[in-house]
T-cell receptor, first 112, second 114 residues
Framework: GQQLNQSPQSMFIQEGEDVSMNCTSSSIFNTWLWYKQDPGEGPVLLIALYKAGELTSNGRLTAQFGITRKDSFLNISASIPSDVGIYFC????????????FGTGTRLKVLA | DGGITQSPKYLFRKEGQNVTLSCEQNLNHDAMYWYRQDPGQGLRLIYYSQIVNDFQKGDIAEGYSVSREKKESFPLTVTSAQKNPTAFYLCASMDRWRGNQPQHFGDGTRLSIL
């Protein structure tokens, strides 16, 4: 099955630093989702994007729906230790099925 | 509180044994999904159901079976034919009648082989 290219795969950052990650696809999507997963738990929805160019914030998190509709970006500002976890993107193809395609995740570790 | 409940949290399977993972939702969602997650990998779709009494194979359905007799419930059976069942299993649901709604996830079941 198709999976999205998500980068970076992992990153270590210092507390207080800003974080950027992205997802790219060869297909056009009409919805992008960003989730965070803590160890041993299910993914929790952070941000949902529905229009090309859309920029949406949730606290210190900001995500954007790429203009080409083939990519999306997530930024975390002023990281804190509880930001640690795995961040997944998910995209919904324009084919009209009720399935999302998931990225392989970015593992974030924050050094205090 | 509305949500998705998966049980058990941890499950152990003996060789040759079938085991069933439970997924219940009270969100009144029509669509439900089962994913498998292996370390360092993304989510792979096993089965999904868009409506009661109907379900479709996902990308890795071999060795698994499902049923959808009630809107609230979508149990997954890991059969003895699944030779590498050790993984984290996630159930999700979605309100498919309101455009491209997000999928919401349960807290997962970790399956291991004895």
């Amino acid at each position: 099955g198709q999976q999205l290219n998500q980068s970076p795969q992992s990153m270590f950052i210092q507390e207080g630093e800003d974080v950027s990650m992205n997802c790219t696809s060869s297909s056009i999507f009409n919805t992008w989702l960003w989730y965070k997963q803590d160890p041993g738990e299910g993914p929790v929805l952070l941000i949902a994007l529905y229009k090309a160019g859309e920029l949406t914030s949730n606290g210190r998190l900001t995500a954007q729906f790429g203009i080409t509709r083939k990519d999306s970006f997530l930024n975390i500002s002023a990281s804190i230790p509880s930001d640690v976890g795995i961040y997944f993107c998910a995209g919904h193809p324009i084919s009209g099925t009720y399935k999302y395609i998931f990225g392989t995740g970015t593992r974030l570790k924050v050094l205090a | 509180d509305g949500g998705i409940t998966q049980s058990p949290k941890y499950l152990f399977r003996k060789e040759g044994q079938n085991v069933t993972l439970s997924c219940e939702q009270n969100l009144n969602h029509d669509a439900m999904y089962w994913y498998r997650q292996d370390p360092g990998q993304g989510l792979r779709l096993i089965y999904y159901s868009q409506i009661v009494n109907d379900f479709q194979k996902g990308d890795i359905a071999e060795g698994y079976s499902v049923s959808r007799e009630k809107k609230e419930s979508f149990p997954l059976t890991v059969t003895s034919a699944q030779k590498n069942p050790t993984a984290f299993y996630l159930c999700a649901s979605m309100d498919r009648w309101r455009g491209n709604q997000p999928q919401h996830f349960g807290d997962g079941t970790r399956l291991s082989i004895l």
